[in-house]
């Protein structure tokens, strides 16, 4: 439950054993390399890997593009949860025999891609004769080539006018624009209201003044084709044939390489480990015999590294207790009430230097601020049945995966305790089913109804807003504390616990206070009230005196402390925001009693039960789905700005250790490096 110690680590060894020390190290995976520049050191350097990284990692990329499309032509046969599965695990010696065919691997990939590029090719064909076919339409009744001239004494002219024309209109027009030439032919092959399409015979001696008056009426010749149209139609029917022909069989061609599947996977994941490795080999310190290797590495598995390193290779090793002021990466280990926690923490910023892990104090919160937004048993025990069931089911799942499930179920169990506490199950569906189905009335046992006590729960979300905000207060006074700075622990926070619990005990102890939240008397005595003032006051001269310490003015640090002593009205604000534990909560049971009253409209009988489940399982389906994000998102709200706001700060580096980072399979550890000492020498 809490931040691992990181030491510094250094290894020195011969650089002809670098590529086994480094898969070694990648395999064990606990160094966080650290980038270290050797650009003014005399002998050391820093050598260029940027083409071999380039080029693993277009591999990569290759393989994942020949995946993508070997998926596309023979989908993976994969169950509705195949994604929780979990990477598939490989013996080490398997790896080590599928990656030394890696040549061969690759040319399956570059078929792949090739049989691909053809299959787009000839689909972009389709298309293009198409279009041919379309434009080639209304010249089906012309018997001679498009691109026919003429005879040795004629010319002719085929294309097409604008507009619906007549063989009378067209000779009209020629007649007007070349009044001197009477020998031309004009027959009509295809009159549409957008064009007409038209040959056009004259004697060769005329064609000039011809071709100038059809350019005069936007004349446009079509596209040229050597044979008659009819038989390039023909043509263009065999060329498709030929094209869907040619793409099935390349289609088959990809479906009969599904089995290199799993092999196109592995490659995938080993190009990837050599770009990473030789990212790595960038950030050594290398001379010509030597190589240094700087990073950081969890105190714990120190012991296990040296031994390991001590045994298969020579080389020299030293841990380094890392500066005071260092920033060194973070890593968190929490049991499993709090492990869920830490991608909540993730997901705002892993502590910084000074910080604490805020992973178990805030579960302790996390889980009932959850259920009581989302307050109903049946709800809770679906999200508890649900996540439970996948986490023991799908053991090999990603450790991010299974966080996400674990954090639901907790959630799950948390909304089944509120929702107990509030005589929710599905809202009102047991006496609503007793009443309607059976004529009986059915209370269920609750400690406190949101419907006709709605102040009360009211009053209880405010309570645990206070306690959460004066935990997140405690954290920041043990922080100081831990930092051996009693001063601040005692100015920062004790002076407003004083503060804030002496105004909320002052309020308790008025009756005309407690009547607004619903309460008929006054909670605590007078006497507790006076208490309570004299309190309150300490923590507001204290605030005023000491919020400004860091100024040797008197001046100033008033002013600043007054400026401090106004931040309780962001402690005002922080209270109310919890009132939204009333609002979800009431949502989400008002919106469930609503489809329980529409699912009983029909009364009692066969048909009315069967309308009633079907609105049932619809109308909770929609609130469940609606609240269930709600909830998360607003306690995550709560978490990130009403708690974390009071001590925590953020802003660490996640220990990232040099690993087998693959996408598809892991690999077993324990004989992918063989390095014996007799065999490094």
């Known amino acids: 439950m809490a931040i691992l110690p990181v030491d510094r680590v250094r290894i020195i060894a011969k650089r002809k054993d670098r590529k086994k020390i480094l898969e070694f190290l990648q395999h064990e995976s606990v160094i966080d390399v650290k980038d270290t520049s050797y650009e003014q050191?005399?002998?050391?350097?820093?050598?260029?890997?940027?083409?071999?990284?380039?080029?693993?990692?277009?591999?990569?990329?290759?393989?994942?593009?020949?995946?993508?499309?070997?998926?596309?032509?023979?989908?993976?046969?994969?169950?509705?949860?195949?994604?929780?599965?979990?990477?598939?695990?490989?013996?080490?010696?398997?790896?080590?025999?599928?990656?030394?065919?890696?040549?061969?691997?690759?040319?399956?990939?570059?078929?792949?891609?090739?049989?691909?590029?053809?299959i787009e090719e000839n689909k972009a064909g389709i298309p293009r004769i198409e279009n041919?076919?379309?434009?080639?339409?209304?010249?089906?009744?012309?018997?001679?080539?498009?691109?026919?001239?003429?005879?040795?004494?004629?010319?002719?002219?085929?294309?097409?006018?604008?507009?619906?024309?007549?063989?009378?209109?067209?000779?009209?027009?020629?007649?007007?624009?070349?009044?001197?030439?009477?020998?031309?032919?004009?027959?009509?092959?295809?009159?549409?209201?957008?064009?007409?399409?038209?040959?056009?015979?004259?004697?060769?001696?005329?064609?000039?003044?011809?071709?100038?008056?059809?350019?005069?009426?936007?004349?446009?010749?079509?596209?040229?084709?050597?044979?008659?149209?009819?038989?390039?139609?023909?043509?263009?029917?065999?060329?498709?044939?030929?094209?869907?022909?040619?793409?099935?069989?390349?289609?088959?061609?990809?479906?009969?390489?599904?089995?290199?599947?799993?092999?196109?996977?592995?490659?995938?994941?080993?190009?990837?480990?050599?770009?990473?490795?030789?990212?790595?080999?960038?950030?050594?310190?290398?001379s010509e015999r030597v190589f240094i290797l700087e990073g950081f590495i969890v105190q714990k598995d120190e012991k296990d590294l040296e031994e390991k390193l001590n045994e298969n290779f020579e080389l020299s090793l030293e841990f380094i207790k890392p500066a005071e002021d260092e920033e060194v990466p973070v890593k968190l280990k929490n049991n499993a009430f709090a492990a869920p926690l830490e991608s909540v923490v993730e997901s705002f910023s892993l502590p910084g230097k000074g910080d604490i892990d805020p992973s178990f104090i805030s579960a302790l919160f996390y889980y009932i601020l959850f259920g009581f937004m989302f307050s109903d048993a049946g709800y809770g025990l679906i999200l508890t049945i649900a996540c439970g069931t996948l986490l023991l089911r799908f053991k090999n799942m990603e450790p991010g995966t299974k966080k996400f499930f674990g954090l639901f179920l907790g959630c799950g169990i948390g909304t089944t305790i509120m929702g107990v506490l509030f005589g929710s199950f599905f809202a009102d569906t047991i006496p609503v089913v007793a009443r309607t189905f059976f004529g009986k009335e059915i209370t269920l046992w609750h400690w406190m109804d949101p419907n006709s006590d709605p102040m009360g729960v009211l009053r209880l979300a405010f309570a645990v807003g206070i306690i959460h905000i004066f935990?997140?207060?405690?954290?920041?006074?043990?922080?100081?504390?831990?930092?051996?700075?009693?001063?601040?622990?005692?100015?920062?926070?004790?002076?407003?616990?004083?503060?804030?619990?002496?105004?909320?005990?002052?309020?308790?102890?008025?009756?005309?206070?407690?009547?607004?939240?619903?309460?008929s008397k006054a909670a605590l005595p007078v006497a507790a009230g006076e208490i309570a003032k004299y309190v309150a006051i300490i923590g507001a001269v204290g605030i005023v005196l000491t919020g400004g310490r860091d100024s040797k003015n008197w001046g100033v640090r008033i002013g600043r402390g007054l400026y401090s002593l106004y931040g309780v009205s962001s402690y005002l604000g922080d209270i109310l925001s919890y009132s939204r534990l009333l609002a979800l909560g009431l949502a989400t049971g008002m919106i469930a009693q609503v489809f329980n009253m529409m699912g009983a409209m029909a009364g009692g009988g066969i048909v009315g039960a069967i309308f009633f489940i079907i609105i049932f399982v619809i109308g909770h389906t929609l609130n469940f789905g609606i609240n269930v994000l709600g909830a998360y998102v607003h306690t995550n709200r709560l978490t990130y700005v009403e708690f974390f706001g009071k001590f925590y700060e953020g802003e660490g580096k996640a220990f990232k250790p040099f690993t087998m980072n693959t996408k598809y399979l892991k690999v077993k550890n324990g004989e992918t490096i063989k390095a014996k000492k007799e065999s490094a020498k």
């Open 41 to 118: 050191d005399q002998v050391f350097k820093n050598e260029d890997t940027a083409t071999e990284v380039t080029t693993f990692n277009k591999n990569s990329e290759i393989c994942e593009d020949a995946l993508r499309i070997l998926n596309y032509y023979a989908p993976e046969k994969s169950s509705l949860f195949s994604s929780l599965e979990g990477r598939k695990t490989i013996d080490a010696s398997v790896f080590n025999e599928e990656t030394a065919k890696h040549d061969e691997l690759m040319k399956v990939a570059y078929k792949i891609q090739s049989l691909n590029k053809q």
């Open 132 to 286: 041919n076919r379309t434009a080639l339409e209304p010249w089906m009744g012309l018997d001679i080539p498009i691109d026919f001239k003429g005879t040795k004494k004629t010319r002719a002219f085929i294309g097409i006018l604008p507009g619906k024309e007549t063989v009378e209109s067209v000779q009209t027009r020629i007649s007007e624009l070349c009044p001197q030439i009477t020998g031309v032919d004009v027959e009509i092959v295809n009159a549409m209201a957008s064009q007409t399409c038209l040959y056009v015979l004259c004697l060769k001696k005329d064609a000039g003044e011809v071709e100038a008056a059809l350019r005069t009426m936007n004349f446009a010749r079509p596209v040229k084709s050597e044979i008659v149209p009819a038989e390039m139609m023909d043509a263009l029917s065999i060329e498709e044939k030929t094209l869907m022909e040619e793409i099935k069989e390349d289609e088959e061609k990809i479906k009969a390489l599904a089995p290199k599947r799993e092999a196109l996977k592995l490659m995938s994941d080993y190009y990837k480990m050599r770009s990473d490795k030789y990212e790595v080999i960038h950030e050594l310190g290398q």
């Open 471 to 519: 935990v997140g207060l405690g954290a920041k006074a043990y922080m100081n504390i831990k930092a051996h700075d009693v001063w601040s622990a005692i100015c920062d926070t004790v002076f407003w616990w004083f503060l804030i619990g002496g105004l909320v005990a002052l309020l308790l102890s008025s009756a005309t206070a407690c009547s607004m939240f619903g309460m």
